[in-house]
């Protein structure tokens, strides 16, 4: 490109100037009709142009390319049904249909998954404002969005330049059903009902109709009932504290898209109340403040404690009005108000009169419902009145042979089973620190686990599951001696919270079970605590339904584990021969697959803002074309993309449009010329 520019030698107030003195002085010769004054005028106009400094401005420029992107989504969604073949057609066509054009760049991006995919969502509007921030807004040429429709950061596009066409992969006829949560507590008090309300929905209208079913960890099933207001509803009971994580599963539609969210995870905080222990104490003796002192200490244990200093077969002389002590409250406790307490503890009790036979069946049926009983056995539980010769006996892992052995001090072991066990593993202080006891009671073991022997192997700590109850017993009463320090004492704190957390069927006490838990992104760890060496695989089932048959390695104390490769986000299940387990990897629902169908309503008020158009991949891939920046963006099969002709400079030369030399000559020859003229 060429134009004429000047370049001043002095500032236009000093040229503006010598112009008008010019002018003057050529009026003035003119009027006093001098001879050459014509000639004098011109001469000093060549002057004045050769101080504006007249110039040849030659602009050398290259017109760059316009910059078009394809933002391609290749978030979870876009892995649905043919989806993504459809994405990469569209994609393979709108390049051939670019390269068409010689003043067009095309850039690409894939809008992959996020690592917050699962909470956030496809987002894809601040890929695009960092996408514009990287090149010239006046070449940018517009956008092509090919995605399923599913977009979840739409609020944030506030000043995006247009245009912005969209390309719908998936079908408008997509099937779905899905599960949506109305009502669900995140915490429930352990033995008490919650209500959970949930609501199936087929393609976005709800169905009470739909079968929908509650999975418990145990692999029991229940089933919803309908309300009139399209929920369905059911009732929960937690069995224990800790994390419980629920399934809910309702049968998938016929040629339904995804059965990614006919599952849906619901993770529920299992909460003691009150930990509410009966403690039933015999004779007294020196370890029965150990046992209070112990309970006490658990700000989350409410304690009941009652000792029989004073059996009705008892005689003496004393007064009944001089006696302080107070009526055992037989009836309210073991009738009306047993099934209120977790743990029932009987500390060196034998049989009086006080409990009738009838009593112990009560508490025999409290077992088998799921309760907790813990006896701490002393001589006693030798002799004639032993609670072995009561109701209770059914559900006595040991029963005693009528010796005691009170005079060879004795270092407890863990048997086989008590080094596998977690009540006895997670006792931290080594087994050769612990101090000795003196008093063991001789019983012959009918069921449960021993867990604790003497050195003898006689059995010591027993525990026992009877139906849907557990049983402890503890052939000894000198755990007093531990608390006292005796030969240096020993765990006994901890044995009691592991004994009693076991017995309340806490989940990090079980001996038996199958855990996944989540290492990092992209692997989970699979652990197994088992009484016994057997290692059968487990089969682990990913989020999309295939399945892997995975062998643990022994690690000691009973611990099996591995490690594998799980990059999918979801559900993934564990099961071997006895247990099953559910891990929840990512978000408990995933945002992203909450409603996999395949629209256009999220995005086409965004499309029609920017002058953009939308196209349903399944009617035809549009054409692409190149439209001025003034006329319209949108066709029926067409997609249109502004030229900007946006030119950018690589380099000026100027050059004087006349010789400096050349017009000095001029002005010299004109005025002598004049002077000729004059002086005749």
Known sequence: MMEISFAPLLPLWSLFSLAGIVCVLTILSIRKKQRGAILRLLGAVLVLLALIGPQITRTDTRQEKDIAFILNDTSTSQSLGDRRAQGQQALEKLKIDASAYQDLEIRTIDLAPQPDEDKSGTRIINRIKQALGAIDPERYAGSVL?????????????????????????????EDRRI????????????KPVLLRVRVLDNAQPNAKAPLFLLHENGKKQRFTPTEDGVQETVYIADHAGRQVLLLETPALENELSLNNNKVALSINGVRDRL??????????????????????????????????????KEDFTPLNELSLIAFPVRELFEEKLNDFDLIIFDRYYRHNVLNESYFQNIVHYVEKGGALLISAGPDF????????TGLKIVLPALPTGQVKDDAPYRLQKTELGKRHPITTQLNSPQKDWGRWMRIVNSQTIS???????????P????????????????????????????????HNALVRNLVHWLMKEPELEENTLRLHQQDEQTIKIIRHSLTPENPPVQITFPDGTQQNVTLKAQGKGIFTQQMNAPQMGIYHGEDTTHRTTLIKGSLNPKELEDPRATKALIAPLAEKLDGSLHWLEDGMPMVQRVSVKSETVGRNWIGLPKRHKENVLGIKRSNLVPLWLILIGAAVCWCLAWWRESR
Do not use: C
Not at 146 to 169: E, F, M, R, W, Y
Not at 286 to 297: F, K, M, P
Not at 448 to 458: P, V
Not at 463 to 481: C, E, K
């Open 146 to 174: 090919l995605t399923d429709g599913q977009i979840h950061d739409l609020k944030d596009a506030s000043n995006l330049p247009g245009p912005l066409h969209v390309l719908i992969t998936g079908s408008k006829k997509d």
């Open 448 to 458: 449960g686990q021993t867990i604790l022997q003497s050195e003898n192997q006689q």
């Open 460 to 491: 010591l700590l027993i525990v026992d599951r009877i139906q849907q109850g557990r049983v402890a017993m503890l052939l000894s009463d000198h755990l007093w001696l531990w608390a006292r320090g005796f030969d240096g004492g020993g765990p």
């Open 382 to 389: 030798a002799g004639a009145r032993s609670l072995a010769q």
């Open 276 to 313: 509410r222990v009966l403690l039933v104490s015999g004779q007294p003796h020196q370890g029965q403040r150990t046992w209070r002192n112990i309970l006490r200490s658990d700000p989350a244990v409410d304690l009941v404690h009652f000792t029989i200093l004073r059996p009705s077969e």
């Open 180 to 191: 949506e949560i109305v009502d669900a507590p995140r915490y429930a008090i352990v033995g």
